[in-house]
């Protein structure tokens, strides 16, 4: 029997545009048509359905949920803030205290306003100053009721999909222009930080606790040769250690928000920057099982990259871990593994906050559309019933026992 920490957070996370449908005003609404692919239309109607899916989160024994606010919802016109909307969150946020589960907040998860991306997006300077104002409302709002906030979602899978593989709006393949969006979403961060800080100070609120969702990766060298190697050191370095090294240098972090999913098997091709950062081998999985999208199953990754961790000297928490499989025992199993791993770093003297899970619900999987299942609660599309799966029931066992069976 593992025993996990006394105030652990155990929960699942969602984002405002995968769940809540009808961001009429945010740029993947308009991108995801223009580009002819599934749409995220009414998406799982959360926007509506948010109470009978937190009083489910509470069966199942969360007490965290991590969920996004759509920027474009509460600024749908460049300066024009609605009140309704920002309202719509405070309920949102009082729904779940009500419930006894801890609101993680995230303030910006992939999509910009379109009005912003008519201007350039995180490539514009302007963003920085934008995003602040949004923030700044945003927060003094609710800060009377948040401890936990994440400023920005995964700031290097944004830049791969959008600026170097040119999958995402506004699909460009620009090192230059991922330098310059690289740096604007360093400087929101930084700003949104001090700013918070601010705020909570000027509402007499106790220090809130800060960060952003790091995606971090397994990167492993498909062969022994120099080059295969050095690909992973550079990918490792730019993609996962990088940005948060810098967030730390300037005293920004007050925990660190860790999105783990899978591993990258580089294979490089020659010695270009593009083949360096990018090259792969998706079929050397070595008989490891996958996940839907053929993502490698790989909980070991975890484990070194939370002991990797240790030096910035910083408490922890997972703010996504999860799969999509049409084989629910799978799903219990891949939570079961990284449980273990997640346990071992700990008693390795690593200060882990919590686990919040990728999904609460089905979702839309952006550029991927519907059919990837990531959700602890089976969403049925037809009609927007909510049934939680055998994992879910499994998972609630440890949240509510903070214990896992081995
Ligand atoms: C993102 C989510 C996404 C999930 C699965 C994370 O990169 O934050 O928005 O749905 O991974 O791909």
């Known amino acids: 029997m593992l025993k996990f920490p006394q105030n652990f957070l155990w929960g699942a996370a969602t984002s405002a545009f995968q769940v809540e449908g009808n961001n009429i005003h945010s740029d993947w609404w308009e991108w995801e048509k223009q580009r002819g692919q599934e749409v995220s239309g009414q998406a799982c109607c959360h926007y509506q359905l948010y109470k009978q899916d937190f009083a489910l989160a509470k069966e199942l024994g969360h007490n965290a949920h991590r969920f996004s606010i759509e920027w474009a919802r509460v600024e749908p016109r460049e300066g024009e803030f609605s009140d309704t909307q920002i309202k719509h969150y405070l309920d949102v946020i009082l729904s779940l205290k009500s419930l006894g589960i801890e609101p993680i907040v995230t303030l910006y998860h992939f999509t910009i306003p379109s009005w912003l991306a008519r201007q350039g997006g995180w490539q514009n300077k302007k963003a920085i100053a934008y995003f602040l104002r949004y923030i700044e409302k945003i927060v003094t709002e609710l800060c009377e009721h948040v401890h936990f906030w994440v400023t920005i979602n995964e700031p290097m899978v944004y830049i791969y999909y959008s600026y170097i593989l040119g999958d995402w709006p506004p699909q460009q393949r620009s090192f230059f222009s991922a330098k310059k969006v690289l740096d604007n979403l360093l400087n929101a961060h930084i700003g949104a930080y001090w ?11 106790n220090r809130p606790m800060i960060s952003v969702a790091k995606n971090l990766q397994a990167f492993v060298a498909f062969s022994n040769s120099f080059r295969d190697r050095c690909a992973v050191y550079l990918r490792n370095r730019f993609f996962n ?5 810098t967030l730390r240098r300037s005293n920004t972090l007050d925990y660190i928000g860790i999105n783990y999913y899978s591993r990258m098997v580089a294979q490089t091709r020659n010695w270009g920057l593009r083949s360096l950062l990018i090259d792969k081998n998706d079929n050397a999985d070595f008989g490891l099982k996958k996940n839907s999208l053929g993502w490698v199953i790989y909980p070991q990754g975890l484990y070194d990259l939370l002991l990797s961790l240790k030096s910035f000297n910083l408490p922890i928490m997972i703010l996504e871990n999860g799969i ?11 939570i079961r593994q990284h449980l273990e791993k997640i346990h071992l770093a ?7 906050l919590g686990y919040i899970y990728w999904s609460l619900l089905d979702n839309y999987e952006w550029d991927k ?8 609660i089976e969403v049925d599309y037809n009609n927007f019933e ?4 055998e994992s879910a029931k499994r998972f609630a066992q440890v949240c509510t026992s903070g214990m896992l069976n081995e």
């Open 241 to 245: 250690l990088n940005f948060v090294e």
């Open 324 to 334: 999509c499989t049409d084989d629910d025992n799978l799903r219990w199993e891949f």
């Open 386 to 389: 909510r049934k939680p799966r």
């Open 195 to 205: 700013l918070i800080r601010r705020v909570y100070a000027e509402k007499n609120c």
């Open 369 to 376: 559309g519907f059919s990837p299942r990531f959700g602890l």
């Open 346 to 352: 700990i008693s390795k003297g690593i200060n882990i």
